[in-house]
């Protein structure tokens, strides 16, 4: 009986009490050191030192690094499949989502409200002029854009605002307070999904969120997808969002992200890029070099390229707003560039470009953009993954095959690409995402998460060649080719 093991030996026993009291101070010594929070607020040294260090060596370390690890992951991932949460919920069909329901809960005012009520009550609310400065490249499109006072949130719904773009983004319940975070600087349309695992808790702290952030009532469209057992539906979620959002124009954004004051208001002042056509080109040519207009026939040839535009269409045009990385708390995050350069330069904020994965962030040039008062191209490479401001009735959904982590918002970039969209760097727009600690995703390991993923980007390379009439065997960009798609060759 296992009982009698200890009973006979009493010493044995005491040696064996002592033992594991050494071995857990041990652990817990070793814990404390390891896990003791950093104080977030104030820059590590050694982090600050290591962002300050030449970017290149930096680069280099990493990439080989990095190399390396991507290498060995492979060899462990090629032959292990996604396990049956991942199929689970999988639909092909956009139109259709057998597996959930959804219910939405409205805004309070805003938007459709307010393009109903045109009261006189809003030539007199005072003006604000907005932190970021307008400066667009087409002069004769500026103006004065006024701003809403927080504390006026009665008389807000009797005002007349013209959005023009909404945030779309998706949450868990408990993440959905930063959203709050989020309004309280956007303070537009927002349209967020979130998704519900547990109806009998989750949508008592849905009311509970916005009873604390009573701006998320006013600005924000939250739509719930209800599901079980499903790896998280990142791309369901966003598609949700994406349908319901009440303007043409939609900003993607993580719920963890935080732009500054009037954003909207600036994205707004660059409205004319969305009608850059065959006939006032040369204005913008200087800015968006290289596009060709053809006839139809031509556009539709496998042998046309990504630079080609019909010359009866205006030009795809989306928006990159460069992303930063801070812990600082989000009130202390600046609403300006230059204040959040000096911020950079102070190891503050970091570009998120030095992160991991360089070639998600790389084509929005960041150091050009910190020189620069105009817009600029990005050049477009595989694995760009940039925040974007696109007309969603012009765009692809998202692939609803990818959940959980890995290649969501880089696949999608793809596809814009190969659409032909541009993508304008907006040089004085950014947004800052709020560093928390590592978040927990349901499911299996992120890795493995990511590599299930890829198994769906390679099959998605060559349908969306097809469906734009390119090569299936060819490269459009410097994307990896069919039989090279699985493989660590993507970052
Ligand atoms: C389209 O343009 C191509 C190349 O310029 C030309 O050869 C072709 O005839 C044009 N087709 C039509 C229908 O205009
Ligand atoms: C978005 O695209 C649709 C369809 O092409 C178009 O009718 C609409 O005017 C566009 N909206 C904007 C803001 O460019
Ligand atoms: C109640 C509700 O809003 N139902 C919607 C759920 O989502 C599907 C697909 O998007 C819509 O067709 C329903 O109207």
Known sequence: MKTNVFKGSSNKLKRLKLYHLVVLICFFVLFTFFFTPKD?????REYVAKIQRPVEEKEKEMESLLEIYLRQEFLQQKDRLPTEDFYRGLTYDFEIYPFYNNATIKRESAYTQQQQQHTQEHQQQPKQHINININTDNEENEKEIENEQPQQQKEKKHQQHKYSVTIVTQSTVDRLYKLGIMA?????PISAAVFIKDRGTELLLI???LDEYPILREFADIHLLFAENTRYPVNNLRNLAIKYAPTDLVFLMDADFV?????HD????????FKINKANYQ??????????FVNSTTFNHPSHTVNMVPEDKNIKVAFVVPSFSSSHSPDLLPDDKSTLLTMVKNGVVSPSNLKVCRKCHSSSNFQLWSQTDKTFEAKYQWIYEPYLIFNKSETEWFDERLKGYGFDKNTHAFVMAVQGYRFMVLPNAFIIHINHPESSWDGPSITDQLWDNLRVVCEMFPEIKEKYHFSKTKRIFDEPLEDECFSNLHW
């Open 207 to 209: 009311e509970k969120t």
């Open 259 to 263: 732009p500054p004051l009037g954003l």
């Open 266 to 273: 600036y994205i707004v002042s660059y409205q004319n890029y």
């Open 184 to 188: 309280k600087k956007w303070r537009a």
């Open 40 to 44: 977030e607020s104030k820059p590590d």
């Open 283 to 292: 204005q913008y040519k200087k800015y968006i070099p290289n596009v060709q």
